[in-house]
């Protein structure tokens, strides 16, 4: 059975920083596009950042400049860096990842809140 279990979220200030991580274990090859998705109350689900399994990144307009997407592949592991964060990031996060197994198939983490105070 495949997971995707993420840390990292929690209460922080404006402008301060988080770092969240998504580890993906279970029975696959390997890990091919993985990447962050953020939904805030009353909201729909956005993209954040993705990042291919050759390192290309994609960024929301919105995050550009102050967070960083980047992975491990060696471990599964995707992480995102946020800075200068601003009460709008609030929202909860969802990990996301295109694992190989019998074909690529798309799993979702189960969301790690992450709550910007002004």
């Known amino acids: 059975q495949v997971q995707l279990v993420e840390s990292g979220g929690g209460l922080v200030q404006a402008g301060g920083s988080l770092r969240l991580s998504c580890a993906a274990s279970?029975?696959?090859?390997?890990?091919?596009?993985m990447g962050w998705y953020r939904q805030a109350p009353g909201k729909q689900r956005e993209l954040v950042a993705t990042?291919?399994?050759?390192?290309?990144?994609n960024y929301a307009d919105s995050v550009k400049g102050r967070f960083t997407i980047s992975r491990d592949n060696a471990k599964n592991t995707v992480y995102l860096q946020m800075n200068s964060l601003k009460p709008e990031d609030t929202a909860v996060y969802y990990c996301?990842?295109?694992?190989?197994?019998?074909?690529?198939?798309?799993?979702w983490g189960q969301g790690t809140q992450v709550t910007v105070s002004s």
């Open positions: 279970g029975r696959f090859f390997r890990a091919d596009a």
């Open positions: 990042i291919a399994s050759a390192g290309s990144t």
């Open positions: 996301n990842a295109n694992l190989l197994s019998l074909g690529i198939k798309e799993y």
